[in-house]
C-alpha cells in the first residue's frame, strides 16, 4: 500500500513540480519518505546499465541512452544528471506505470559514485560503467580510496563491468565480477611523462608498489605496468584507434566513428558507451554508426561570437582539477591569442572556506601561452593569488568578483574568450560576457 501510495505521491510532484523547477529530484526524495525501499520494488522488463565515475558521467550516460535511442530501443535515463538517491528515484517513478512495471528495454542510470550504495541497497544494475577515478571534491568524497570502499558494497556479484584499461584504479573495481575494459591508443597527444601536478596512481592501487607508465592520456590515464606485483594495463576488447584530433574520426575494433568533441576524454567516453552497448547486445557496427551522430550539450560546451570575438564555453567541475586539466589542455589546443576567464565560486558545503582544490590544477601550462587570465566570482582573488604564484605577471591577471561587472574587464582582453565555468554557473556568465 505505501508503494503505490509513494508512487502517486510522487508522480503528481513531478507533474506539479515541472512547472516549478522542480521535478528532477523532489519527487523522488518524497517518495522515499514514503516508502523508503522504493526502488527495490520497481520491476524491469528490460536490462538495468549504470554509469559512474569522477568525470564524464552525465555525458557517457548520455550517449548510452542515445545510442539505445537511435537504435530504435525503448529507454528511460536521468538525462540531466539528477544522480543522487532522489533523483534515481524520481527517474525510475516516472517511467513506471502504477503498478511500479518499467516498461522500457533499456534504463540508464547516471549514478553518483558516493551515493552508489545507497542507491543499490534494494536493488542492482545487470551492468555498470565506472569512467574513471580521480580526487573529486576532496571536502566531501575524501580521498579516491574512501569512494572505492563505498563502490565495493555498491557493487553486487554477478553485476558485469564495463571498465577503462586506461584507470589503473578503476580497472581495479570489483576483481570478482565479470568485466569487460575499453580504452584508447597511444595518440598524438599521448606525451611519455605526466603534463598535470594531479597523479593519483603513482603507487600501485594494489600493492602500493611504483608505478611506471609508457605513456599518458591525460592525468593518470594512460599505459601502466606496476613495478613490483605487475599489474598493468589491461588488454581491451574496445579500442579507439588511428585518432585524428584534427578531423574527429577514429575506429573501434575497425569501425568507423565520428566525434565532434575532440578532447582525449571525450574520446574514451564515446568508447565505453560503445563498449556498454555492444555488450548489452548491439553490434559494434550499428553502435558506433548512432555515437558518430551524437552532439555534446551546449551546457557542456558551446561556441559563440562575442561581437567580432568568438567565446568559447567549457564545462570545468568545482574542486575536480583533473576537470579543470582538461579544459586547459583544450584552451592551448586553440589556434591564436586567447583569453581565460575563469569564474570560482564558493563551495557551499565547505562553508565557502576551501580553495586548496586550485592548487592541484596545472595553471602553469597557461603561462606566456593566454594574453590575459580574467578571474571572476566570490573566489577570484584565491585564484588571483595561485595564478601569482604561478608566475603570471601581474597585468596578465584581471580580477571582478562581481560576475554581473566583469564584461569591461573580458573587453580590455584580446583573442578568443575561453570561459571556464562550473555547470550551475554558466547561464550568470554566459549572459553577460554575451551581451
Not at 63 to 80: E, F, H, P, R, S
Not at 87 to 111: K, Q
Not at 220 to 244: M, Q, R
Not at 324 to 344: H, M, N, R
Request: proline share 4%; charged share 20%; with cysteine.
Amino acid at each position: 500500500m505505501k508503494f503505490q501510495l509513494a508512487l502517486l505521491v510522487g508522480k503528481l510532484l513531478r507533474f506539479v513540480g515541472k512547472y516549478f523547477g522542480k521535478a528532477t529530484n523532489l519527487p523522488g526524495e518524497w517518495a522515499l519518505k514514503l516508502c523508503p525501499d522504493l526502488m527495490g520494488r520497481f520491476r524491469f522488463q528490460g536490462k538495468v546499465i549504470a554509469v559512474t565515475g569522477s568525470n564524464g558521467k552525465t555525458t557517457t550516460a548520455n550517449m548510452l541512452a542515445y545510442i539505445l535511442t537511435d537504435q530504435g530501443y525503448k529507454v528511460a535515463n536521468n538525462a540531466k544528471g539528477s544522480n543522487l538517491t532522489g533523483g534515481v528515484a524520481t527517474t525510475l517513478l516516472a517511467a513506471s506505470n502504477f503498478s511500479g512495471v518499467i516498461d522500457a528495454d533499456f534504463v540508464v542510470l547516471e549514478v553518483d559514485e558516493r551515493f552508489s550504495r545507497l542507491i543499490f541497497k534494494f536493488f542492482s544494475p545487470d551492468y555498470l560503467l565506472c569512467t574513471n577515478l580521480f580526487r573529486d571534491q576532496l571536502t566531501r568524497n575524501g580521498n579516491v580510496d574512501v569512494i572505492i570502499e563505498k563502490l565495493h558494497e555498491a557493487i553486487k556479484p554477478g553485476v558485469k563491468l564495463i571498465l577503462n584499461a586506461n584507470d589503473p584504479i578503476s580497472g581495479s573495481l570489483a576483481p570478482d565480477n565479470p568485466r569487460v575494459y575499453y580504452g584508447m591508443a597511444r595518440t598524438d597527444k599521448s606525451p611519455l611523462d605526466c603534463p598535470n601536478i594531479t597523479h593519483d596512481a603513482k603507487v600501485c592501487p594494489k600493492c602500493f608498489g611504483r608505478m611506471r607508465y609508457f605513456y599518458y592520456h591525460y592525468n593518470h590515464i594512460g599505459a601502466f605496468t606496476c613495478l613490483s606485483c605487475g599489474y598493468a594495463t589491461p588488454e581491451a576488447k574496445y579500442l579507439a584507434d588511428n585518432v585524428n584530433f584534427e578531423t574527429g574520426d577514429f575506429t573501434i575494433g575497425g569501425a568507423p566513428v565520428y566525434a565532434d568533441y575532440r578532447p582525449p576524454f571525450n574520446i574514451l567516453n564515446m568508447t565505453g558507451a560503445v563498449a556498454a552497448c555492444c555488450e548489452m547486445g548491439l553490434s559494434l557496427e550499428s553502435a558506433c554508426a548512432s555515437i558518430s551522430r551524437f552532439r555534446v550539450m551546449q551546457e557542456r560546451y558551446d561556441e559563440f561570437q562575442v561581437g567580432d570575438r568568438t567565446a568559447v564555453m567549457i564545462l570545468s567541475k568545482n574542486q575536480n582539477p583533473v576537470s579543470f586539466d582538461q579544459s586547459i589542455s583544450y584552451v592551448l589546443d586553440l589556434p591564436g591569442e586567447k583569453t581565460v576567464v575563469a569564474l570560482v565560486n564558493n563551495i557551499n558545503h565547505t562553508g565557502h572556506r576551501d580553495t586548496t582544490w586550485l592548487y592541484d590544477i596545472g595553471w602553469e601550462r597557461l603561462r606566456g601561452k593566454v594574453d590575459s587570465v580574467v578571474c571572476t566570482g566570490p573566489r577570484a582573488w584565491d585564484l588571483a593569488v595561485r595564478l601569482k604564484l604561478a608566475g603570471f605577471r601581474d597585468d596578465a591577471v584581471k580580477v571582478e568578483c562581481d560576475v554581473q561587472k566583469v564584461k569591461p574587464k573580458v573587453d580590455e582582453t584580446k583573442g578568443t574568450i575561453c570561459i571556464l565555468t562550473e555547470l550551475y554557473d554558466a547561464k550568470s556568465i554566459l549572459e553577460v560576457i554575451g551581451k
